[in-house]
């Protein structure tokens, strides 16, 4: 394979609808003779059926709808060779119905071209597909100015566009590489020269392409590797416990340090695995890895691996994010919907709308709602914190996507991390599980030989309603069946760990009783016990610093009594308390499958 | 970057994702190039491992050779293979081979029809058993919500507009016209119950690519895509009536890859030794929306 054949560019063609992006492509395409002999003939005889005269975009339009209504529906792939490279092109929508499958076409791309009609000047969708060009990402763009022969070919009407359609660029940050006069049905500067403008000195359509750059990957960035899925096959005795991802940025080699975030976790490479692959024991930046770690720590599905050394992710449940919207139902403030972002999906809640621009024309409206395309800059809080990065640092880690439902409704690019209010405890955390002494016997392997998931159960609820009864019976009950477990009451905390800062009545402190609590829960857990807690009136703050600190999910919550008196949501409320109750948290238990499997 | 590596990484990107989000998962496999090389990307995928069965859809007029290949890799690789049939159109000869029907109608009986009942689990799936060696009826008859397909965008027009994840209705019908969005590599993996997803690992790959990456990694092929001596070979396999060989010296991979790149075929799409295709304009795209692979 001759190195110079195996390189390749995607490229996306977008702007307003019946500006042209199919003729122009068709024309390029059958003016570098690349067309399959088949192709042609078959659009051609369809054409004769239908009584139809031939045009270079029912080349692309391959759908049989969709040469009826005359425009591009979906973004077609188009295969194509210059002597140069390979492309994969993209033929985008441009119309406004479609804004969605423009978004698909374009978002992979290397490059783009935005086609503007010569005759009918810059219209609503040039602009929008503008703007939602650099909200993707896609810093290389060629403006083509089509349809020259419509306007006599004049250098005036050229030069209009091109001042007023980059007063519009220049308020949006993009600069374009060029400005491009063509005439797709008359080859006009696509494959070459044209003699019917002089005035314009130039490269061709097809030069132009040749000369965008293969963009370069993020290797000499920081790692992130958003961890896709743990494998153990034990088929035909395969004993390994593979973490598998894309690497987004960075590279790794067997002995690096590495943590995993929002978790903390910290461990070395031990192998990068392979079928059938080189074995070099290293990776980078854009390819699909997998790896064994040398503790058996708990990583799971939505975290990002990365290099302890290295400028780490924010973590945080707040944001401030650019959205582009194409859902059917408007965005208004207080809506809840599912985040993705890396391999995290977390249910998120639009806390507040700053300002929605129409597209369009970039001017800031006061809707209080966000409408199907239209653009917004939106603070969103998020129910579980996770790991990102701001789009100026790494874009592969500051990219998410909106779901409605069971659809993707819209995206976004995160242009800030804003603290909440378990910012401070986070970092005492993080320093903490950096320098945390590992034991030489994992977690997995305590669970199997206790026969038990270390675990968290919170008692809650106002004075005198049983917490502490149900706690000690709980406890006889486990410890009867063989179970490794001990109750704390928050009294166990109070008068020693806590002395310092006991003061009678003094809530200020409140947070400190909380976190302090929260870490020797954190060591208990980390021994394999299951550790029951009671403590008066939590409330959904004191519930989020303990997971903080305890990072675990294993965490069941119980509120007794009838009356809920604070904004925690339990995981189970006991009005009355009864023979029956211990079996049902026993449920719970095993239906959360936090009982009695210890994997 | 090497093209070939890039797509190598992006379709084990979407077959991993495939398999962490979809419990009721499975692959297609034709027993032709590109989906045997999809299976070996699920092997680079999953470590070595294919850990979901793979569904094929037997005509009965396939050609003999294809069904030997398939039954061997089965066993060298310790497949979980499942296959599903029209027996009831077999018996009333509603068929094209037996001058019963036109060519797309019995695409449409022996295939479709065949694919929808078998993923759904309305008519039988005979699994192949390691042990006794033979292919049984399989107890489990609970519907594949993700299924793995391998088409290419290159192959035909309705295929360029296809997504990684495309979603079909109860019906296994495709919406054309109204198609999730897809982008920075987020796929629709979240769906209504009763509807399921067809997974699209192969869309950015060309024919060239197909060969290409089969010589690099040394994948076994079917020996019906090399000249059998006779100065013909099979470009693009299927069922026997209507499947024509090519005329061509092509011996090896090195053959087949030269030919496509300088030689006579540059230019000549790949199933132009389809017959079913020249019967109606657009009428592939009528079976895809129906759920024709």
Not at chain 2, 150 to 168: A, I, L, Q, T, W
Request: proline share 3%; aromatic share 8%; charged share 30%.
């Amino acid at each position: 394979m001759k190195k110079t054949n195996n390189r390749d560019l995607r490229l996306a063609v977008v702007g307003h609808v019946d500006h042209g992006k199919s003729t122009i492509l068709g024309r390029l395409l059958a003016d570098t003779h690349s067309l399959p002999d088949g192709k042609l003939e078959f659009v051609k005889m369809t054409c004769r059926r239908n009584s139809k005269p031939f045009e270079y975009a029912f080349l692309l339009d391959a759908l049989k709808d969709e040469q009826a209504q005359g425009i591009t529906i979906d973004a077609a792939r188009i295969f194509f060779n210059t002597k140069k490279r390979k492309y994969t092109i993209m033929d985008a929508p441009g119309h406004i119905e479609f804004l969605k499958n423009m978004v698909t076409g374009a978002s992979n791309a290397d490059a783009a071209f935005l086609v503007i009609d010569a005759e009918e000047g810059i219209k609503e969708n040039s602009k929008r597909h503008g703007y939602l060009l650099s909200m993707l990402g896609i810093k290389q763009v060629t403006i083509v100015i089509n349809k020259m022969d419509l306007v006599d070919y004049s250098e005036k009407v050229f030069k209009k566009i091109k001042k007023g359609y980059g007063e519009f660029l220049k308020e949006i940050n993009i600069k374009p590489l060029s400005y491009l006069p063509v005439s797709g049905i008359e080859g006009d500067n696509i494959a070459k020269t044209s003699r019917n403008m002089k005035w314009y000195k130039g490269k061709t359509l097809l030069k132009t392409l040749d000369e965008f750059n293969s963009p370069d990957l993020p290797i000499n960035k920081p790692l992130r590797i958003p961890v896709q899925d743990i494998y153990k096959f034990t088929k035909d005795g395969d004993n390994r416990r593979i973490i598998a991802g894309r690497i987004e940025s960075g590279k790794i080699k067997s002995g690096d340090s590495i943590i995993f975030l929002p978790s903390g976790k910290k461990t070395i490479i031990k192998t990068i695995e392979y079928f059938n692959g080189n074995k070099n024991n290293k990776d980078i930046a854009s390819n699909s890895t997998g790896f064994t770690i040398e503790e058996q720590i708990y990583v799971k599905r939505g975290q990002i691996a990365v290099k302890i050394d290295e400028k780490k992710p924010f973590v945080s449940t707040v944001f401030k994010a650019n959205i582009f919207w194409l859902g059917k139902n408007p965005i208004k403030q207080g809506n809840e919907y599912d985040i993705k972002l890396g391999t995290a999906k977390v249910r998120a809640i639009i806390k507040k709308i700053n300002k929605v621009i129409d597209a369009s024309t970039l001017s800031k409206q006061k809707k209080r709602m966000i409408e199907r395309n239209d653009t917004a800059e939106v603070i969103f809080e998020l129910k579980n914190e996770i790991a990102f990065d701001t789009i100026d640092e790494i874009s592969e880690t500051a990219r998410f996507v909106i779901i409605d439902g069971y659809e993707i409704c819209g995206g976004g690019i995160i242009i800030e991390s804003i603290k909440d209010k378990n910012e401070k405890i986070r970092k005492k955390v993080l320093l903490r599980d950096e320098k945390w002494i590992t034991s030489d016997i994992s977690q997995k392997e305590r669970a199997v030989n206790y026969n038990q998931k270390s675990q968290l159960i919170l008692i809650t609820g106002k004075k005198g309603s049983g917490r502490k009864l149900l706690a000690r019976d709980l406890e006889k009950d486990l410890f009867n069946k063989g179970k490794y477990v001990y109750y704390m009451g928050m009294g166990n905390v109070l008068y020693g760990v806590d002395s310092d800062i006991k003061v009678p009545s003094n809530m200020n402190k409140r947070e400190e009783h909380i976190r302090r609590l929260a870490e020797i829960a954190y060591l208990m857990m980390d021994s394999g016990i299951i550790l029951i807690v009671t403590a008066l009136e939590l409330n959904k703050n004191d519930i989020n610093l303990i997971k903080t600190i305890t990072e675990t999910d294993n965490i069941v919550s119980i509120w007794t009594g009838k009356t809920i008196s604070t904004d925690i949501v339990p995981d189970i409320q006991f009005k009355n308390i009864d023979k029956a109750t211990i079996e049902s948290i026993k449920n719970v238990l095993k239906e959360k499958n936090l009982m009695f499997d210890p994997e | 970057m090497d093209r070939l590596k890039k797509l190598e990484n992006h379709s084990v990107f979407i077959l991993r994702e495939s398999y962490s989000r979809f419990k009721n998962l499975c692959m297609l496999w034709s027993i032709g190039k590109d989906s045997t090389v999809m299976l070996w990307l699920a092997r680079k995928a999953f470590f070595g491992h294919v850990p979901f069965p793979l569904v094929h859809i037997d005509t009965h007029f396939k050609i003999k050779e294809m069904i030997t290949y398939r039954d061997a890799l089965v066993k060298k690789w310790h497949l979980d293979l499942i296959y599903g049939q029209n027996t009831k159109a077999l018996k009333n000869k509603h068929t094209f081979p037996d001058n019963n029907t036109s060519r797309l109608e019995c695409c449409r009986v022996l295939k479709t029809e065949a694919l929808t009942n078998t993923l759904n689990g309305n008519w039988p799936r005979y699994r192949f058993n390691h042990k006794s060696q033979k292919y049984e009826k399989d107890i489990n008859k609970e519907p594949y919500t993700g299924v793995i397909v391998g088409v290419r965008s290159d192959e035909e027009g309705s295929r360029s507009k296809e997504r990684y994840f495309s979603p079909r209705d109860k019906n296994a019908d495709w919406n054309v016209e109204d198609q999730p969005p897809e982008f920075w590599n987020q796929f629709k993996t979240d769906f209504a119950p009763g509807t399921h997803v067809r997974i699209h690992p192969l869309l950015d790959w060309t024919e060239l690519d197909i060969w290409e990456y089969i010589k690099y990694e040394n994948i076994s092929v079917v020996p019906l895509y090399f000249d059998n001596g006779k100065k013909k070979r099979y470009r693009s396999l299927g069922c026997w009536p209507c499947t024509k060989p090519v005329d061509s010296d092509a011996k090896d991979l090195s053959d087949i890859i030269k030919e496509l790149k300088t030689g006579k075929f540059t230019n000549i799409a790949e199933r132009s030794g389809r017959d079913q295709d020249k019967e109606d304009g657009g009428g592939l795209e009528e079976l895809r929306k129906n759920g024709y692979m």
